[in-house]
């Protein structure tokens, strides 16, 4: 695939933005002191958007015209980046906007993303200042390629595109838990992790998803291209693919109303009582967390994994120390299981449990969602 690969122009136009109250509250001191100075050198020409709070980035991207800037930065943690994403989504011309590169550099508490940029690109393992230097050299550089991401839709009919996972139970618990200990920066997650463990809780639902690879005894996928897609929208029926109004949303070609048992073709999880489930695109679901070492950028993937209940504190502990080094499926622990997904649906028995998208808190309600390849563009190195 040539023509995956691109690379930023110079003189160079960026747009940044950035979240001052993000991580321990030093990202423009960080920007001003780390970042500049190389973008100088690099010819890439900054306007700063400093957000004054919630949804600001995601109104900025939506409604202005952004044919000026050559890239949009984003000096923030995750969330920021979701707000971006989901409010270039939102644009009538998002087909045409979202062929403009993204980057990010690791300003927040939660830095996934950069931490998975910072090990596709083949670096050796950091956080703070060297990996914000290094996610900075990739912007330097220029180098953009293509990122999948996964658009999902809940029972109340909301539409969301996602670049870094989807989660629920003791895996979102800690990340929202943890948020109030943000002065910590990624040890925020640490201290969550332990707090979370002396309070396990099971929860109740159901899980189904679409195997990337068929899985034995499953029957064979339908191979029909007119079959009905819907949008997410409470089982609104659109068009086949290629005949949507211009500007509609890309149609999940995968997918069934909610209100519709899953396809025949789809696996359902026997068990029905989990401790965490999650699905994630990137490698990293912390700067210190490889969950998904063979993720990569536009692999067409959703690495689901689950954590059925039952399992002692002490094996769940491990498991997220194994996680440091991403050798957590080589303990074999009989209740986590990992599967490569295109799609999958969550169908929670009661309103509890958090949920997350991106990090960021989503109410808890059935959702589904299915990978879309190649929906935008990032710096990669
Ligand atoms: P962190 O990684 O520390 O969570 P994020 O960049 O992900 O940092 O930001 C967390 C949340 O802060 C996002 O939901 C974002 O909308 C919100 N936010 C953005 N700007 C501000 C601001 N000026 N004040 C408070 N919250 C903000
Ligand atoms: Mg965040």
């Known amino acids: 695939d040539g023509d995956s690969y691109g690379v930023l122009p110079r003189p160079c136009r960026a747009l940044v933005l950035l979240n001052p109250q993000s991580g321990t509250g030093r990202a423009l001191e960080d920007f001003q002191a780390v970042v500049q100075p190389m973008l100088a050198e690099a010819d890439i020409a900054t306007t700063v958007f400093i957000t004054e709070r919630p949804h600001h980035a995601h109104e900025k991207v939506r409604d202005e015209d952004l044919s000026q800037w050559d890239t949009l930065v984003v000096m923030a943690g995750d969330g920021l980046l979701y707000e971006v994403v989901n409010g270039l989504m939102e644009r009538p011309d998002w087909e045409e906007t979202m062929k403009k590169p993204l980057c990010i550099l690791p300003g ?20 703070k ?69 002396a309070k396990l809780r099971v929860y109740q639902g159901r899980l189904s998803y679409l195997p990337a690879v068929p899985e034995q005894g499953s029957p064979p996928a339908p191979r029909d291209p007119h079959a009905p897609v819907t949008n997410g929208q409470a089982g609104r029926i659109l068009p086949p693919a290629g005949t949507e109004a211009p500007g509609a949303l890309p149609a999940d070609s995968l997918l069934v109303p909610l209100c519709q048992p899953v396809p025949a073709h789809w696996t359902v999880v026997p068990e029905e009582e989990f401790v965490s489930v999650y699905a994630i695109y ?46 957590h499926l080589d303990l074999n622990c009989p209740h986590l299981r990992y599967v490569p997904v295109r799609a999958f649906r969550l169908e929670p028995r009661a309103a509890t449990g958090i949920m997350t998208v991106d990090g960021e808190v989503l109410a808890c309600e059935p959702v589904q969602g299915q990978i879309h390849s190649r929906l935008c563009r990032v710096l990669s190195g």
């Not at 931490?115 to 956080?127: F, L, P, Q």
């Not at 290094?134 to 912007?139: G, P, Q, S, V």
């Not at 990340?175 to 925020?188: F, M, P, T, V």
């Not at 998904?292 to 399992?311: E, N, R, T, V």
């Open 108 to 127: 927040g508490s939660g830095n996934a993303l950069a931490a998975s940029i910072n090990h596709y690109a083949g670096n050796d393992h950091v956080t």
């Open 129 to 197: 200042k060297k990996l914000l230097t290094n996610c900075t050299f990739i912007l330097c550089k220029g180098l953009h390629t293509q990122m999948d991401l996964v658009s999902l839709s809940t029972a109340s009919g909301k539409r969301l595109f996602s670049f870094l996972g989807f989660g629920w139970g003791f895996i979102s618990d800690v990340d929202i838990d943890s948020e109030k200990y943000r002065w910590l920066g990624n040890a925020r997650f640490t201290l969550g992790t332990l707090q979370c463990l």
């Open 282 to 327: 990137q490698s990293h679901l912390g700067t210190n967390l490889l969950m998904a070492p063979a993720a990569q950028l536009h692999d067409g993937c959703i690495h689901l994994f689950y954590l059925k209940a039952g399992i002692s504190r002490v094996a769940l502990l491990k498991i997220f120390l194994a996680m440091a080094r991403g050798t």
